[in-house]
């Protein structure tokens, strides 16, 4: 049974930083692109990041320079580095993996993020 399980979520205060990760099981984990991605209330589901099976990386505009996705397949888990974080970056944040070329597509629980003084 495939498995995504996001923690690090926290209230931190604005400027400050929280780590996410994304823990995967029951999959081939380096062969998947990942990403994250967020929902603030009452807003759609945004994504702010993605990796790709090679490594490569993606961002929204709105978190490019403060954000950084990296994965570590040796532990099947990707991480989410979030630093000068503002208050709308309140959200639930969630992990997403998908194998190219297949219908294979998974989401994580999520992890509540709140950024407030």
């Known amino acids: 049974q495939v498995q995504l399980v996001e923690s690090g979520g926290n209230l931190v205060q604005p400027g400050g930083s929280l780590r996410l990760s994304c823990a995967a099981s029951?999959?081939?984990?380096?062969?998947?692109?990942v990403a994250w991605y967020r929902q603030a209330p009452g807003k759609q589901r945004e994504r702010v990041a993605g990796?790709?099976?090679?490594?490569?990386?993606n961002y929204s505009d709105s978190v490019k320079g403060r954000f950084t996705i990296s994965r570590d397949n040796t532990k099947n888990t990707v991480y989410l580095q979030m630093n000068s974080l503002k208050p709308e970056d309140t959200a639930v944040y969630f992990c997403?993996?998908?194998?190219?070329?297949?219908?294979?597509?998974?989401w994580g629980q999520g992890t509540q993020v709140t950024v407030s003084s």
């Open positions: 029951g999959l081939s984990f380096e062969l998947y692109n």
């Open positions: 997403h993996a998908d194998l190219p070329f297949s219908s294979a597509d998974y």
């Open positions: 990796i790709v099976s090679s490594g490569i990386t």
